[in-house]
């Protein structure tokens, strides 16, 4: 069975402090995505990676994928109220599944 | 681009009977749609993977009498939730996946906003 172990699984930090989420596994994925979900609606795509090593930014959240393709973190850089939500990460192992993280939640508060 | 809606977004009904929820993909044509569950506080459950044209394929634990899904069209994927009863009450979110001529990167899927339903 394909597990992809995201951690931690909730965090509560003050604005203006940086985090890092991580998704750990033991399968290698032809491409990982992150999403976040607020209360109420459908998760939002924020970033893909597909490339062993890559890193990608998105203002102040940066991605990376490991150089192995199997885990990818998320770091946020001084993290705002608005940032608040459920980060999941995605891995895909070019078949026809994508396995999901149980998703952090992070609260940020003011 | 990659717009995925849902409809309806909420849903209130009595024990018993049948609820439909649609998927549309509004931009792009998804050959694969996918029906999750999610409970509160909790991540992602898949129930069932809909391809068009095909019958889907439900995950183990799923019900597939009870929850039927019908995926007719490109860009049109539909849950029924046939005689529900007050724990199928949760938050539904499709989800359709980019076609590999889309030209964007990996299994990519693109969530619609969700459908609550509470059963009475």
């Known amino acids: 069975t394909q597990l992809l172990e995201q951690s931690p699984q909730f965090l509560s930090i003050q604005e203006g402090e940086n985090l890092t989420v991580y998704c750990n596994s033991s399968?290698?994925?032809?491409?990982l995505q992150w999403y976040r979900q607020e209360p109420g609606e459908g998760p939002v795509l924020l970033v893909t990676?597909?490339?062993?090593?890559e890193v990608k930014k998105l203002k102040r959240l940066t991605f990376q994928f490991g150089d192995a393709r199997k885990d990818s973190s998320l770091h946020i850089t001084a993290a705002q109220p608005g940032d608040t939500g459920l980060y999941l990460c995605?891995?895909?192992?070019?078949?026809?599944?994508?396995?999901f993280g149980a998703g952090t939640r992070l609260f940020v508060k003011a | 681009g990659a717009v995925v809606s849902q409809h309806p977004s909420w849903v209130i009904c009595k024990s018993g009977t049948s609820v439909k929820i649609e998927c549309r993909s509004l931009d792009f044509q998804a050959t694969t749609m996918f029906w999750y569950r999610q409970f509160p506080k909790q991540s992602l459950m898949l129930m069932a993977t809909s391809n068009e044209g095909s019958k889907a394929t439900y995950e183990q634990g799923v019900e597939k009498d009870k929850f039927l899904i019908n995926h007719a069209s490109l860009t049109l994927s539909t849950l029924t939730v046939t005689s529900a009863h007050p724990e199928d009450s949760s938050f539904y979110i499709c989800?359709?996946?980019?076609?590999?001529?889309?030209?964007?990167?990996?299994?990519?899927?693109?969530f619609g906003p969700g459908t609550r339903l509470t059963v009475l």
């Open positions: 995605a891995g895909s192992t070019g078949g026809f599944k994508t396995i």
């Open positions: 990676v597909v490339t062993g090593g």
């Open positions: 989800s359709a996946r980019t076609p590999p001529t889309s030209g964007r990167a990996g299994n990519e899927q693109f």
């Open positions: 399968s290698v994925f032809s491409s």
